[in-house]
């Protein structure tokens, strides 16, 4: 089997790490959780229930059992086909994906059919929030600094939902989602708490003065 990401100095990551930098974490998107929230899993297999019930009620009506199964097997077997797509979908983006967490930066390969390695650095990063659901599952959305330009179209599904205006990217339906906030958290505190060290040049000497014969 071919493996895609076999070129990658790092894995998740387009090139090795700096002197100093090291990884703290890597993680992707669990599948199941990805498929209902980000590719709305539940509302199609709810409208799915709905539509079979519809149409085999009616069926029942104009006659009888038999006709009600005989019209409601196609709509359940097309709901069935479309779930199925859907979890493919879900999986093969969950398969492509990998978040990292070093001690600079978050990074973020995404993108299944065409992918990119997005690179946070904590200073661009303004805040945090997590959204934690059961069983630890959950996704942190990261705001970006003012003037930060990333488009939508090329985060999805990585994004915090409603945010089209200000696109935030997110590490979406991660396990134990609390614990990688917390090393977020602390890592990104201890890199921005440390003084930044620049050299300039250094002055020119003065010239010696010369006294006039």
Do not use: K
């Not at 990261?142 to 997110?170: N, Q």
């Amino acid at each position: 089997m071919h493996d895609d990401f076999a070129t990658e100095p790092v894995p998740g990551l387009p090139g090795h790490l700096p002197p100093g930098e090291v990884v703290l974490w890597q993680g992707r998107p669990d599948t199941w959780r990805l498929a209902r929230e980000a590719f709305a899993l539940d509302w199609f297999a709810a409208y799915s229930v709905l539509l079979v019930l519809w149409r085999a009620s009616v069926a029942w009506s104009e006659g009888g059992a038999a006709q009600a199964v005989a019209v409601g097997l196609p709509y359940a077997a097309l709901g069935l086909i479309g779930a199925g797509v859907i979890w493919w979908l879900a999986r093969a983006q969950a398969r492509a994906t990998l978040y990292t967490i070093t001690t600079q930066r978050v990074a973020m390969r995404i993108g299944a059919a065409l992918t990119l390695t997005l690179n946070l650095p904590f200073a661009q990063i303004e805040g945090a929030a997590l959204d934690l659901r059961r069983g630890g599952t959950g996704t942190i959305a990261l705001r970006m600094v003012a003037g930060t330009r990333i488009a939508a179209l090329t985060l999805w599904p990585h994004m915090r939902p409603w945010r089209l205006g200000r696109p935030e990217p997110a590490l979406r339906c991660i396990p134990d989602a609390a614990e990688v906030a917390r090393l977020l958290a602390e890592a990104a505190e201890s890199r921005l708490a440390r003084p930044v060290v620049t050299r300039t040049p250094a002055a020119a000497p003065h010239a010696a003065a010369v006294p006039a014969e």
